[in-house]
């Protein structure tokens, strides 16, 4: 197996599972914090607490992507097939 092989197994196994699950992860603090935020009409402390939410949600999901995109390059530039991109749309 040579250093190509390695690395797109790598990428394909490790690397874009789990930039799925975190992407995942960050689109339910997301949305929970959307629920929080809509849900405490009243009490400014939760809608505070739903805001914070739905921004570190929004953040999540950016470096998220923003990793994926920076894998992509790095794969690109060593000619290795960026494989199991379909499942975030890059």
Known sequence: ?????????INQYILNPI???AFA???LVFFWGIF???N???????REE???????GLLGMFIM????GIIGIILGTFGIS???TQYIGL
């Open 65 to 68: 992507l923003a990793a994926k």
């Open 19 to 21: 930039i799925i699950l």
């Open 82 to 84: 960026n494989t199991g």
């Open 36 to 38: 929080q935020f809509i």
């Open 40 to 46: 405490s009409e009243t009490a400014d402390s939760k």
């Open 50 to 56: 739903g805001k914070k939410k739905i921004l570190f």
């Open 1 to 9: 197996m040579t250093i190509v092989e390695l690395l797109g197994k």
């Open 25 to 27: 992860v960050a689109l």
